[in-house]
């Protein structure tokens, strides 16, 4: 299953991974830019929110992103806490 919604919401921030098989399928979306400003930062958040199957996990520890993960209601994403 491809959900296309958090590279609609995000373009400059998400992007795929070509199938490993060979088949030039595009079949695995993932964070290609890391978020640096605000901006784009809030636009990450959207991305993991509109995502299906809670696809994206966030392993990093600074706090104001974490609380900004679970305020946005994504606490799930949180890898370690």
């Given at each position: 299953m491809i959900c296309r919604a958090p590279e609609s919401v995000a373009p400059d921030l998400i992007g795929f991974c070509e199938d490993?098989?060979?088949?030039?399928?595009?079949?695995h979306r993932?964070?290609?830019?890391?978020?640096?400003?605000?901006?784009?930062l809030d636009l990450a958040i959207k991305?993991?929110?509109?995502?299906?199957?809670?696809a994206y996990d966030y392993?990093?520890?600074d706090p104001v992103l974490k609380e900004k993960l679970r305020?946005?209601?994504?606490g799930v994403a949180i890898d370690q806490d």
């Open positions: 490993l098989l060979g088949t030039n399928r595009e079949s993932y964070f290609k830019k890391q978020p640096k400003t605000a901006e784009e991305a993991v929110q509109v995502g299906c199957c809670e392993a990093g520890a305020l946005a209601g994504e």
